[in-house]
């Protein structure tokens, strides 16, 4: 009888041992298919790919970061990438896949035909929107799951408009734009300050998306001998292009540009044509020696073996860590950390401290950069 029992004890030990190595298991497998997946739709091929390159950089880096400070766990949040080729058509599938298939609670989007494209069916399914390249003023227009961390066309059109009239001393302006929502957008709220200072508009004309032959356009412009200043409003490469046929016809004027300008792409595109190009961005600045900028110069250059460091890495950093916070903050569904991101009055990045309106609309401090032999540097008032 004793051995009975004795033998009944140990199967009943056993049986305990293999149901608590059961549990275990199937926690662990359940803790892990719990993640937090936040997703991406970049443009990694294609026209913009090197854009995109950058703009993943940024995620990964925050991720690791953001593991490495212990704001999150390792394996709670998981980054879910699609390459969406900057095609609005191509991202909105991209887009349901990683609603349906991935679940993920927020998305980070880049330019303005994608992130409208996308926007009304995040706010349907409540899915938070990070914005870190796109620009156009339809975006931040209500209260919606669309956050941004860069400022606005209007934001930056105004800046460029006050920085020719005021700075330069120019008076008679042309703008060359880009054919879609930011273009448009650039060209709306440029004309409007100039003018509102004093000055005149005399030429307005457009590019189509991704063109590389402005001979036309070019043509055109120097067709009008009293324009004083240009702002060519397009992505970088496009304003390369421009710069490198103007300079072949013979065409000079004073060129203004934005942040897509400052990209290794656009040098070596335009070449010495670039020199002298004016351009706005955030006042992050990557060869800045203050310590915040030389600590994310080295992060960049540690994790992925390159030199080049620019806002486009460091933008989509700060986007990333935007929602990291709020998910170390407990914030675990879409609809929980855009109720955080709401009562965020400002947030401390490396781009700087970057100020959110109430439609989640960014105001980040402007710098002005040109080009000198080759090298993005800082302008100076002469």
């Known amino acids: 009888m004793k051995r009975i029992v004795l033998k009944s004890a140990a199967i009943s030990v056993i049986i305990a041992i293999i149901m608590a190595s059961l549990v275990v298991f199937f926690g662990c497998d359940k803790q892990e298919g719990q993640a937090i997946k936040v997703g991406a739709i970049l443009p990694l091929t294609g026209s913009v790919a090197q854009y995109g390159t950058f703009w993943r950089q940024g995620l990964e880096l925050a991720l690791d970061e953001a593991i490495k400070k212990g704001m999150i766990r390792p394996n709670e949040v998981k980054l879910v990438v699609e390459d969406g080729q900057a095609d609005p058509k191509k991202s909105v599938d991209a887009f349901n896949k990683l609603s349906e298939v991935d679940r993920v609670v927020a998305c980070v989007v880049g330019t303005s035909g994608v992130t409208l494209a996308i926007k009304p069916i995040a706010n349907g399914k409540k899915i938070v929107l990070l914005n870190a390249s796109a620009i156009s003023t339809e975006i931040e227009d209500a209260p919606d799951y669309v956050f941004s961390v860069i400022p606005s066309a209007a934001y930056t059109a105004k800046f460029l408009a006050e920085m020719a009239y005021v700075k330069l001393g120019k008076r008679k302006a042309g703008i060359l734009f880009r054919n879609d929502a930011s273009g448009r957008s650039f060209e709306e709220y440029f004309t409007k300050r100039f003018k509102e200072l004093g000055g005149i508009i005399v030429f307005e004309d457009t590019n189509e998306p991704n063109a590389t032959d402005f001979k036309e356009n070019i043509a055109k412009i120097q067709a009008v001998k009293d324009m004083d200043v240009l702002f060519v409003a397009s992505w970088g490469p496009e304003v390369a292009h421009y710069l490198r046929q103007a300079a072949e016809l013979g065409v000079k004027k004073q060129v203004l540009a934005y942040e897509t300008f400052n990209s290794p792409k656009v040098l070596e595109i335009a070449g010495?044509?670039?020199?002298?190009?004016?351009?706005?961005?955030?006042?992050?600045?990557?060869?800045?020696?203050?310590?915040?900028s030389k600590e994310f110069r080295d992060k960049v250059m540690k994790k992925f073996n390159q030199q080049e460091v620019n806002y486009h890495i460091a933008g989509h950093y700060d986007a990333m860590m935007l929602v990291l916070e709020a998910i170390h903050n407990g914030n675990r569904t879409g609809e929980a950390i855009k109720n955080y991101l709401t009562g965020i009055k400002s947030f401390k990045g490396v781009t700087g401290n970057i100020q959110f309106d109430s439609n989640g609309a960014a105001s980040v401090p402007?710098?002005?950069?040109?080009?000198?032999?080759?090298?993005?540097?800082?302008w100076r008032v002469p």
């Open 272 to 292: 010495f044509t670039a020199n002298g190009v004016i351009f706005s961005a955030p006042e992050f600045e990557a060869n800045m020696e203050e310590p915040l």
């Open 366 to 378: 402007l710098r002005l950069f040109t080009v000198n032999d080759g090298k993005f540097i800082t």
